[in-house]
């Protein structure tokens, strides 16, 4: 009885706007682990909801994280819309080194150019929050160019940012974050089975 009335209570405080982002967000993360096309519309849904829902948590990194979604998650229609060849889709690609290098040098940079900057607002963990929008904005580049590790950096982020939100009462959010991290574990085995079958038709 106690339990079904702290969800209820629970449930009472959650948001409109956070449950439709949670619904759409989930639905483009699932799309994108099967390798569909569509999930880039739901992604710009939800990444547009966000921007108001960080914005009054004060994670400001995060709120404009959600504008960089916004042009990649377009940038990633078009490129997967686009066919190859004789192919049928857009093909999975191996990071290389070069990208390792760039991708980590950026990272360290724009974690301690943002985190500087946003220590001095009222921000909420300026460094951590810097940290993890710097980890998805290659992510997310990486996802939209369809680079097989997009998913490893999306387990380790949104392992983060289930901790992150549950401290600032988004709920919602860490409970969409942690099945994120799960839909990113089956989209990099997906993406490394077709991977594979690419290597053997080649």
Same mark, same amino acid.
């Given at each position: ?102 991708? *980590?040098? %950026? /990272? ?9 900057? &946003?220590? +001095? ?5 300026? =460094? ?43 709920? *919602?959010? %860490? /409970? ?9 574990? &089956?989209? +990099? ?5 077709? =991977? ?7």
């Amino acid at each position: 009885m106690h339990i079904i009335q702290f969800l209820q209570e629970w449930w009472g405080h959650q948001t409109w706007s956070e449950i439709i982002a949670v619904i759409t967000g989930l639905l483009c993360v699932y799309l994108a682990a099967v390798n569909n096309i569509w999930n880039w519309a739901f992604a710009i849904i939800s990444v547009g909801i966000y921007i108001f829902i960080f914005f009054e948590a004060r994670l400001y990194a995060d709120m404009g994280l959600q504008f960089y979604f916004i042009s990649m998650n377009i940038y990633g229609w078009y490129n997967w819309s686009r066919k190859q060849g004789t192919k049928r889709k857009t093909p999975v690609l191996m990071i290389n080194r070069r990208e390792i290098i760039w991708s *980590l040098l %950026a /990272i360290v940079v724009f974690t301690v150019l943002l985190g500087s900057v &946003l220590k +001095y607002t009222t921000a909420s963990f300026p =460094y951590l929050d810097s940290f993890c929008t710097a980890c998805s904005l290659v992510a997310q580049l990486f996802l939209a160019r369809k680079i097989l590790q997009n998913w490893l950096i999306w387990i380790f982020v949104d392992i983060i940012y289930i901790g992150v939100y549950t401290y600032k009462n988004l709920h *919602l959010t %860490a /409970i969409m974050y942690a099945a994120y991290t799960g839909m990113a574990i &089956l989209g +990099y085995h997906d993406w490394k089975k077709e =991977y594979k079958r690419q290597v053997i038709k080649n």
